[in-house]
């Protein structure tokens, strides 16, 4: 009886829970690891499929634990709606970081990522109740006759209304010409000036596409100054290639990647690689006059700067740290565009985000009392009496919410230049 019948199923039930446990392992191992730097899709697609598929296999050959949560009536419920979410949060989202449409701040805290999280559940919700179950089996169905030209219909006026607004760039007659002209940097091509896909790299980017040639070329005679960092790092490189041009600007920048000696788990391998390279092999075989660091940067990230800077002091180099950028709650361009619509350029800045300057007050004294490194302050450098909107006529200081325009970095440069802060 135990051989044919108990053991089996006790041995059954051990592997679907294995298995389920497993799968669902997985899925929260990516949900809860997975960032900004992490490549995707791709190989990072694996562990939450692979997870899904655990679940389901397991599910197909009896009861586990894992099947007993997801048959729980909250769960099914948030499974039945999980379209509709989908639908939901995503527009909701966009119009938060465009216009604050439901929070104050564009950077959600965790507090108001539960409350959004909550409000898109609701409003999921009753559009599942109100919308999709009546049209679909309730009183509101259509008859097969009016649904199909009903859905051709709004499917076409769709695709036409697209077209315009492609073929267009948006209608842009709405705006004045100045809006018009200062609106187009909104479509900024910042890839040539930050020498992009050659010494800046994206996430998804493998080693070999870094270039020691152009990007790490010294010359005799000439100071070097490696400006490594991440989108940051890289949009300050065409101001300093343009004013320092007696210096080598040497480049090796990946986007959300710092310059560090300690990887985040969530590194992307590209940033491993790079990395690894820098101060692995190129810092302690090659002389650098200066090393610049530059990132967005955040209150986690000290402990690894601290230990990138002592890395750089016990190798006998020079580290000059620049400090966050100026930041506004959406895409400059665009905050321009409208307030110069509305003839109140004085509106726009209301938008600048303060978190980036107290951070900055934070890091140059942290760079004083304990880093010990030169320090440039953005706006110490630029903010004096107010923070720029421009970097030059109808040139926009930023592209997008944090990121300066080849003109930007060129007044931030010319900064620098005046103050002496390149050693």
């Given at each position: 009886?135990?051989?044919?019948?108990?053991?089996?199923?006790?041995?059954?039930?051990?592997?679907?829970?294995?298995?389920?446990?497993?799968?669902?392992?997985?899925?929260?191992?990516?949900?809860?690891?997975?960032?900004?730097?992490?490549?995707?899709?791709?190989?990072?697609?694996?562990?939450?499929?692979?997870?899904?598929?655990?679940?389901?296999?397991?599910?197909?050959?009896?009861?586990?634990?894992?099947?007993?949560?997801?048959?729980?009536?909250?769960?099914?419920?948030?499974?039945?709606?999980?379209?509709?979410?989908?639908?939901?949060?995503?527009?909701?989202?966009?119009?938060?970081?465009?216009?604050?449409?439901?929070?104050?701040?564009?950077?959600?805290?965790?507090?108001?990522?539960?409350?959004?999280?909550?409000?898109?559940?609701?409003?999921?919700?009753?559009?599942?109740?109100?919308?999709?179950?009546?049209?679909?089996?309730?009183?509101?169905?259509?008859?097969?006759?009016?649904?199909?030209?009903?859905?051709?219909?709004?499917?076409?006026?769709?695709?036409?209304?697209?077209?315009?607004?492609?073929?267009?760039?948006?209608?842009?007659?709405?705006?004045?010409?100045?809006?018009?002209?200062?609106?187009?940097?909104?479509?900024?091509?910042?890839?040539?000036?930050?020498?992009?896909?050659?010494?800046?790299?994206q996430p998804t980017a493998a080693f070999a596409d870094f270039h020691s040639d152009p990007c790490l070329v010294q010359h005799r005679g000439r100071k070097a100054i490696l400006l490594a960092g991440d989108s940051h790092a890289a949009a300050l490189y065409p101001g300093l290639a343009q004013v320092f041009q007696d210096d080598d600007i040497l480049q090796a920048n990946v986007s959300s990647?710092?310059?560090?000696?300690?990887?985040?788990?969530?590194?992307?391998?590209?940033?491993?690689?790079?990395?690894?390279?820098?101060?692995?092999?190129?810092?302690?075989?090659?002389?650098?006059?200066?090393?610049?660091?530059?990132?967005?940067?955040?209150?986690?990230?000290?402990?690894?700067?601290?230990?990138?800077?002592?890395?750089?002091?016990?190798?006998?180099?020079?580290?000059?740290?620049?400090?966050?950028?100026?930041?506004?709650?959406?895409?400059?361009?665009?905050?321009?565009?409208?307030?110069?619509?509305?003839?109140?350029?004085?509106?726009?800045?209301?938008?600048?985000?303060?978190?980036?300057?107290?951070?900055?007050?934070?890091?140059?004294?942290?760079?004083?009392?304990?880093?010990?490194?030169?320090?440039?302050?953005?706006?110490?450098?630029?903010?004096?009496?107010?923070?720029?909107?421009?970097?030059?006529?109808?040139?926009?200081?930023?592209?997008?919410?944090?990121?300066?325009?080849?003109?930007?970095?060129?007044?931030?440069?010319?900064?620098?230049?005046?103050?002496?802060?390149?050693?």
């Amino acid at each position: 009886i135990l051989a044919h019948g108990l053991l089996p199923r006790i041995h059954g039930l051990i592997y679907r829970n294995l298995a389920s446990a497993g799968g669902l392992g997985l899925i929260l191992w990516a949900a809860l690891r997975y960032g900004g730097g992490t490549p995707f899709p791709g190989a990072a697609a694996l562990a939450p499929c692979v997870g899904a598929a655990l679940i389901i296999a397991a599910g197909e050959t009896g009861s586990s634990v894992v099947g007993w949560m997801l048959s729980l009536r909250p769960v099914v419920f948030l499974g039945l709606i999980s379209y509709s979410i989908y639908l939901w949060h995503w527009p909701l989202l966009v119009f938060q970081r465009t216009d604050k449409m439901l929070f104050a701040q564009t950077e959600l805290t965790p507090a108001a990522k539960v409350l959004f999280t909550m409000l898109v559940v609701i409003i999921a919700s009753a559009s599942w109740f109100f919308i999709e179950q009546p049209i679909r089996r309730g009183r509101l169905r259509p008859a097969p006759r009016v649904l199909i030209p009903a859905t051709a219909s709004v499917v076409a006026m769709l695709a036409i209304t697209s077209i315009a607004l492609r073929t267009t760039g948006g209608f842009p007659g709405r705006f004045p010409l100045d809006a018009q002209r200062v609106g187009a940097y909104t479509n900024y091509d910042r890839g040539p000036s930050t020498r992009d896909g050659v010494c800046y790299l994206q996430p998804t980017a493998a080693f070999a596409d870094f270039h020691s040639d152009p990007c790490l070329v010294q010359h005799r005679g000439r100071k070097a100054i490696l400006l490594a960092g991440d989108s940051h790092a890289a949009a300050l490189y065409p101001g300093l290639a343009q004013v320092f041009q007696d210096d080598d600007i040497l480049q090796a920048n990946v986007s959300s990647c710092r310059a560090s000696t300690i990887e985040p788990a969530d590194s992307a391998k590209i940033c491993v690689d790079l990395n690894s390279f820098l101060f692995g092999s190129y810092l302690t075989a090659h002389h650098v006059d200066t090393l610049l660091l530059a990132a967005r940067w955040s209150m986690g990230d000290f402990g690894a700067l601290r230990q990138t800077i002592q890395f750089a002091h016990d190798h006998g180099i020079q580290v000059v740290v620049v400090g966050p950028s100026i930041e506004f709650d959406q895409g400059l361009p665009r905050i321009l565009a409208v307030a110069l619509r509305n003839g109140d350029v004085e509106q726009a800045a209301a938008h600048r985000d303060l978190g980036p300057e107290q951070l900055d007050a934070v890091m140059a004294k942290l760079a004083v009392s304990e880093w010990r490194v030169p320090y440039i302050s953005v706006y110490q450098d630029l903010c004096t009496p107010v923070c720029p909107l421009y970097a030059a006529p109808e040139v926009p200081l930023l592209f997008d919410s944090h990121h300066f325009t080849a003109a930007g970095a060129a007044l931030m440069a010319k900064a620098m230049l005046v103050r002496h802060q390149l050693p």
